[in-house]
């Protein structure tokens, strides 16, 4: 059976001692709860915060994700940031191919692409997003874009990487707009996603890989859509940033796991 996994994807959001507080109670109330056992978690602050917070949750069983990466090793990137300095601050995670930063800052299926490579070649692992847009699925065209984001993304990844990658399907309409995809909505597309890694890698792999949702999940709605077969956790936006919330979300997992 797939472990949940509830990541909580800060955005750029918070100030310093906002993050370190929230980490550090987060660190305290996980540490006195059996949650850890039964869901695996992780938090992914802006890039600037991680060493402090690599720091404080050294030793807590909480994973410390970015939200983003570069995949040349090292060089004439201004502001840009490498796999080896990730890992240099205690990361195990990145996320890659979040929404934000196809449609907001522009990046392509290539790029996204590369930059996958880039983490699991580094050794890390990835929450790989995909999802679709309002009008692509008004048009009926979710599973192209869902199928083509699979492909581009992780086209030459090997069944040892796959074992590093988890997916989040995380439909845009539902990113931070208080709408989300009821659980059959997430259970077709987090199914169709699954039979397209089977397609690619064989389906005992594509049993193993975890599929997160996310898009406005809250306490009040995560057992609901990770009580689906496919549904392995959730990529959590907004509510992560409010320590009562995000537990109620690793909590519901727990009951489930
Ligand atoms: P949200 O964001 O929970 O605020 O909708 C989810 C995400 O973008 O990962």
């Known amino acids: 059976m797939r472990k949940l996994f509830v990541a909580g994807n800060w955005k750029m959001n918070l100030n310093y001692i906002e993050a370190v507080t929230l980490a550090d109670d987060l660190k305290e109330q996980l540490a006195s709860s059996d949650d850890l056992a039964k869901v695996d978690v992780a938090i992914c602050p802006p890039f600037v915060y991680l060493a402090q ?33 990730l890992k240099d601050v205690g990361c195990s995670y990145v996320i890659i191919g979040h929404s934000e930063r196809r449609h907001v800052i522009g990046e392509t299926d290539e790029l996204i692409h590369q930059k996958l490579l880039a983490v699991l070649g580094g050794g890390l692992k990835v929450i790989f997003c995909i999802g679709e847009l309002l009008e692509e699925r008004e048009s009926n065209l979710t599973e192209e874009v869902l199928e083509r984001q699979i492909r581009s993304g992780l086209a030459g990844v090997t069944a ?35 039979s397209i890694i089977a397609d690619m890698f064989g389906v005992e792999l594509a049993q193993q890989v975890r599929i997160q949702y996310g898009g406005s999940v809250k306490p009040d709605n995560a057992a609901e859509l990770m009580a689906r077969p496919d549904v392995d956790g959730a990529l959590v936006g907004g509510a992560s940033l409010k320590l009562e ?7 519901a997992g727990a009951s489930l796991g």
Do not use: C
């Open 245 to 251: 919330a995000f537990l109620g979300i690793v909590e």
């Open 160 to 194: 040892e990487q796959m074992s590093r990658v988890t997916v989040a399907y995380e439909p845009v309409w539902a990113i931070g707009t208080g709408k989300t995809a009821t659980g059959d909505q997430a259970q077709e597309a987090h199914k169709f996603s699954r």
């Open 53 to 85: 917070l690599g720091q404080v949750i050294k030793g807590s069983g909480i994973g410390l994700g970015a939200q983003d990466v570069y995949f040349e090793k090292n060089g004439a990137f201004t502001g840009e940031i490498s796999v080896a300095m």
